[in-house]
């Protein structure tokens, strides 16, 4: 079950970072002063989309305590690195950003690091 849990963790904190992107990529620059810098912030807090990640960011914390009750912390943690390889995958079909032979090999030395490590 545990391994289920860290599943959620990385599909929600990956669902929350795209979210972000998304929804900030279609406002304005953030402001320079820190009045408007503030009230920039505290205005994106009431956007629907962004504090839906928000709160995914706390249900992935939830669902990693879970995931911590079942398997130990060293073998847990680099899974949480395959958000990263999701967020590239997704910013890549979503955000047409470029995907460039340094981030292939960056995420695949990442997935072998993953594979290593739960064996241990």
Known sequence: MGYIYI?????????GQLILKWRLSQWNHVPEGHLDKMLFFAKSLFDPYIFSSFLSA?????TWMAALKDIELSKAYPFMNLSLLLVVVLSFYLFR??????KVLGCACIVAGVLLVSKA
């Open 7 to 15: 599943f959620c963790t990385v599909v929600l904190t990956a669902y």
């Open 58 to 62: 706390f249900i992935a914390s939830l």
């Open 97 to 102: 950003e470029p995907i460039s032979m340094y």
